[in-house]
């Protein structure tokens, strides 16, 4: 782990024990606690959000490839790529990479699994910011409180530093970001073997190129990532039901679009620890919410990233083993 990222997860620590303190962590727990074995029941609805993820990903797959990726590998890599990021302090970049490496474990050419994880990344940042505006947009016509201003002006904040984030991204794909990255490299660190390696990027950046002409299959993976994101507020509704604090279906849309924007905003810090617990403290007045329910849900959405967390770093590690033992057999042996 780098410098900063240490700096950043030390911070995140800080302000995650702040909060609890300063709300009460007796209070907190106690609320939490009365969801009970419903936490459980939170964390495999989670799954039917994770599908959509998936086939977002399988949406950008060639169907004329009879030997590719299934929609099943789709769903494994994506599951485990979600439990990286979750859990691993590798910000958002360990995940996509582990969901590459997947894929490509699983036949799936090297180029082809970047560029499809790569323009699904994309998409479905860019369908959080649309679900952002979206939830903001339905609570406003729906509710009337004095403190949608501050509300406003905090989802603008998170959504205008997405959509700064996505369009540099998105630009950067379309001007050759790989094969740029590993020329600039190569001359920094005076690797000039790293030749094939930039040929190879430079196949990566044409093989989204070609993604991204391919409209339907680009609009058919940003709908599913919406969905997913949509779907997912029913973890929200879930979540508050089990903790005793039953809300809505607009304000269960707020919490979740708005507080997954300002999540997203603070990609650098791992898990966004302290930062998801600060934005369901900022929400947590508008839709009726006592603050040690507020910290309660965020708790119950990171016992769900546990429960399915943990299980999927223990498959990537035994899977990642079995792919070096079949590696190893296939090398030749010599003399």
């Known amino acids: ?35 009970g074995w419903g936490l459980a029941l939170v964390a495999a609805f989670h799954v039917v959000p994770l599908v959509l993820d998936a086939g977002a990903i399988s949406a950008l797959f060639d169907r004329r490839d009879a030997d590719g990726p299934t929609h099943r590998d789709a769903l494994v890599s994506r599951w485990i790529g979600e439990s990286v990021n979750s859990l691993l302090p590798a910000g958002q970049i360990g995940g996509p990479v582990m969901m590459v490496r997947q894929l490509s474990q699983r036949g799936m050419r090297m180029r082809d699994a970047a560029a499809s994880i790569t323009v699904s990344t994309t998409l479905q940042a860019l369908a959080q910011i649309v679900f ?7 609570f406003s016509a729906y509710a009337a409180h004095g403190a949608l201003h501050d509300l406003r002006a905090a989802t603008l904040i998170a959504t205008a530093v997405l959509t700064c984030m996505i369009a540099m991204f998105y630009v950067a794909q ?26 190879r990027a430079d196949a990566v950046d044409a093989a989204v190129h070609d993604l991204y002409e391919d409209r339907a299959r680009v609009a058919s993976s940003f709908a599913l990532s919406l969905v997913g994101w949509i779907v997912g507020t029913a973890e929200v509704w879930l979540a508050l039901r089990f903790l005793g604090h039953p809300v809505g279906w607009i304000d269960a849309l707020l919490l979740e679009s708005v507080g997954q924007a300002i999540r997203g905003a603070a990609f650098a810090i791992p898990g966004s620890l302290g930062v998801q617990e600060g934005g369901y403290l900022l929400l947590a007045p508008l839709v009726g919410l006592p603050p040690d329910a507020a910290l309660a849900l965020s708790l119950a959405k990171r016992a769900r990233e546990l429960l399915l967390g943990v299980p999927g770093l223990l498959y990537l590690h035994f899977s990642e083993r079995s792919w070096q033992r079949r590696r190893a057999t296939r090398l030749p042996v010599s003399d």
Do not use: C, N, P
């Open 1 to 35: 782990m780098t410098r900063a990222a240490t700096v950043l997860l030390s911070l995140g620590i800080a302000l995650f024990i702040g909060l609890l303190a300063w709300q009460g962590f007796g209070s907190v727990m106690s609320t939490l606690m009365a969801a």
């Open 132 to 138: 952002a505006v979206l939830g903001l947009a339905l």
């Open 174 to 199: 379309r001007r050759g970001m790989f094969g740029r990255l590993l020329r600039v490299l190569s001359k920094v660190l005076g690797k000039h073997e790293w030749g094939d390696l930039a040929t």
